[in-house]
């Protein structure tokens, strides 16, 4: 087991240890914010024919402007087109219906007039115009999207349109939240003098969720055994277990994941807050040891737990590291490179993140507005307004 | 019934037509991503009592680097304090554990040796060094949040901290669908000649789980009749249709609105593409009739539909607007005022966007990358490399 690594060390230790989930099948309606498993590609062109963009009549080559045209069919929806437009026909045709081939242009019926089967045309057109080729939108064979894309809205609009029913995406990871500490009482109980509400397991399952795993228990070490947690941590993908990894009395300490029969990766990394994070590994599972003060608990959620988290949906595990200028100023220097609770904003001038006051790690008042994590070297000085810092914008920031 | 009203006019309109929704309760877990129906204050200190920032000993104000203290009691968790720290006193305490009246500072039991009851302090010490006073981290009465916020994940871990059970919040706008256009079929059928797969419903649909809303129903004109639909709108806040906003033989137009015994709003605005697009009101529900486009379907949807959605849950209607540099060039001139899908990234020099690629009304492909709208005023010139623009970055962007 390797002890203090730097951050980028214990990010690639624990990537390497795990690959993408196996996919799993799901409806078109569940597929927005899933992660696709496998390249999509369109099976035909789109559109499928040459389609009029409007309701109008298809006019050949030689029709224009003021010379009359004969009306010879009025092609309904679904009508299929037939025989190629004659010498001097003109055909009535509907938004996204059918054009005869030899359809040079299509005018608006705004644009013409038709009286007793005689067009006559009001406007000048180019070729093509009001006209929507077979294959512009995606040729057959095209990529639509590929493995690792997360599905939007407009994607599985496009899914739709393909007629794709099924879809294959990854799984999403199944979290399991434990807490360490016997004073840890779950939030919804009333707390005995010396127990403490849980409050990092509502912010470690809205944070999974909002990854794209899904919480399957937040246990408590309080009312099981090590033998018992042990056993529920076989349903889950990711342990994340909170507190434990102080070394005071109170503490089952970083010896957890021998005890439940994990082998350990690494026991503490040079960060800060959360320092004493450990990580191991379980039947392929990943056994992560977050803080069970609130700040180091967030902050090594978005550190190590959520690159894990993407990783296993195929998706790129780490998120834009990006310069902001900062609007307020922290008084600490360096020791560790640190991590800050901020606030980020574009701006017309490029990004701007103001330092969350409350910054202790106990203090829960900067988890309510964060967005981002700032980031400071190793023996950095203090904090200066308009100094230039690296964040790391959270998602929906 | 006004029509072509300036964009500002239509949402306006719309916008004082509807009110926040019905508070509902619900648990904390269900909490994040819904929106605060009332002020929430702190119901009491947190921390409650003056605690321990981490295992090892209380020490009075006389308490120094090398004089000895002597150790006479434990406080274990949940042990009160009782009385106060005696002259020469020490007292073992746990991280976020009462500490006794009259501690001057907490040393960590690293820093400290203890030997036959004599605590010997190694470090120096500041007053108040690794005490959390009570009330630090919120104050009794303090605001934690305002109505109209949208809950983080760690404002729920908050909540969760002071024991809140059931959460207050803006119930969820109920959203219905409905393709007015009659060769529409849903996208999981096989379509017939003339037929087109619906792939806005899917579109509209997850695009309205984003923002917050819950789709009832997707309804297709081509199976019901227009008495059956304007049944089946009762069950929703908000009704979108798709398509039957042209002047076409094949469209409903936008009649439909009195057909169905609702009062319309508006008929068409001005803005590209999409102009055609109505509004109406019906037992104070909103109806939207956005284009059967897709491009101007969306572009319907986050000007007009998701400021509504945001507003019956409280929140401030409108995204922010904001400046952004061109990347890439776009030929037409206004005309009216244009709206074009968008990637937008936040640089360094503030941020950068790219016309996507086929902004053709009909065309699906810019739909899977868009996160942000481009805003051109009406008149504008052809959009060159370097030009700024104004950019609305749309949720999740």
């Known amino acids: 087991m390797k002890s203090c ?27 927005p914010g899933r992660v696709l498993a496998a390249d999509i590609f369109a ?29 010879k069919r009025i092609l309904g929806a679904g009508d299929l087109p037939g025989h190629p437009l004659g010498p001097g026909e003109a055909a009535g045709v509907l938004t996204g219906g059918h054009i005869p081939p030899g359809t040079a242009a299509v005018v608006r019926q705004e644009d013409a007039m038709v009286k007793d089967g005689i067009l006559t045309i009001d406007k000048d057109l180019t070729v093509g115009e009001n006209i929507r080729d077979q294959g512009e939108d995606f040729p057959a064979g095209a ?13 599985s609009a496009v899914l739709a349109a393909f007629g794709f029913q099924e879809i294959s995406v990854f799984r999403r990871p199944r979290v399991a939240i434990v807490n360490l500490g016997k004073e840890i009482a779950p939030h919804q109980a009333t707390p005995l003098p010396g127990q403490v509400r849980d409050s990092n397991g509502p912010l470690l399952a809205a944070l999974t969720r909002r990854t794209g795993g899904q919480v399957v228990a937040i246990h408590y ?17 990711v342990v994340l277990t909170i507190g434990g990894t102080a070394s005071g009395n109170n503490d089952p300490g970083h010896h957890f994941i021998e005890r439940v029969g994990g082998r350990p990766l690494f026991a503490g990394y040079q960060v800060k807050p959360g320092s004493h994070t450990s990580a191991g590994i379980l039947d392929g599972r990943i056994i992560l040891m977050l803080s069970g003060n ?18 296993l949906q195929g998706l790129n595990p780490y998120l834009h590291r990006i310069p902001a200028v900062a609007t307020n100023s922290f008084p600490k220097r360096g020791g560790p490179r640190r991590f800050l609770l901020g606030y980020a904003l574009g701006s017309h001038q490029g990004w701007r993140v103001a330092v969350l006051p409350f910054q202790k790690p106990s203090n829960l008042h900067s988890l309510i507005d964060y967005n981002c994590l700032i980031d400071l070297p190793a023996g950095h000085p203090p904090l200066q307004l308009g100094d230039e810092v690296k964040i790391i914008l959270l998602e929906n920031a």
């Open 294 to 311: 609130p700040v180091p608990c967030a902050v090594g959620y978005h550190l190590l737990a959520a690159p894990v988290l993407r990783a």
């Open 5 to 31: 690594l730097p951050l980028e060390d214990s990010q690639e230790l624990l990537l390497s240890s795990i690959k993408p989930l196996l996919s799993e099948t799901i409806t078109l309606e569940e597929a």
């Open 221 to 237: 070490a309080r009312t099981k055994t090590e033998k018992q947690i042990g056993e529920l941590l076989m349903e889950a993908d």
């Open 143 to 155: 990529v639509i999207a590929r493995r690792g894309t997360r599905i939007t809205p407009g994607l």
């Open 43 to 71: 099976p035909h062109d789109l559109p499928p024919y040459p389609q009029a963009a409007l309701d109008g009549f298809a006019i050949p080559r030689e029709g224009k402007r003021g010379s009359p045209l004969s009306v």
